[in-house]
């Protein structure tokens, strides 16, 4: 059974940067097609920022959500079966817990095709 353990967030001004973590363990990463980081904001639906599809586990592409391209990049390390999140220029509005996620739908910034998910980590962006 695949876990996913989130860590990297907590108090950032804004302009500033975070890089969140995701380990995997009980599989490996490069098994799924997909590999995600989500956000919910209190009172809002969980939505999707950042997608990483392989279907080897290799090489692959990159799925953004909108609000994020340019700042916010997922890059993967199959040797240390993790997964990152490189958040740049943060601003207020990013504010949320940051959850990632594994599934077998490549490209897909949906949760309700992602199986797998961790428990998240806190994000606050706040002068």
């Known amino acids: 059974q695949l876990q996913l353990v989130e860590s990297g967030g907590g108090l950032v001004q804004p302009g500033g940067s975070l890089r969140l973590s995701c380990v995997a363990s009980g599989a490996t990463l490069d098994f799924y097609f997909a590999i995600a980081w989500f956000r919910q904001a209190p009172g809002k639906e969980r939505e999707g920022v950042s997608c990483f599809s392989s279907s080897d586990g290799s090489d692959g592409y990159t799925t953004d959500a909108d609000s994020v391209k340019g700042r916010f990049t997922i890059s993967r390390d199959n040797a240390k079966n993790t997964v990152y999140l490189q958040m740049n220029s943060l601003i207020p509005e990013d504010t949320a817990v940051y959850y990632c996620?594994?599934?077998?739908?490549?490209?897909?910034?949906?949760?309700?095709?992602?199986?797998?998910w961790g428990r998240g980590t806190q994000v606050t962006v706040s002068s």
């Open positions: 996620a594994a599934g077998f739908t490549a490209g897909s910034l949906y949760p309700h095709d992602y199986d797998y």
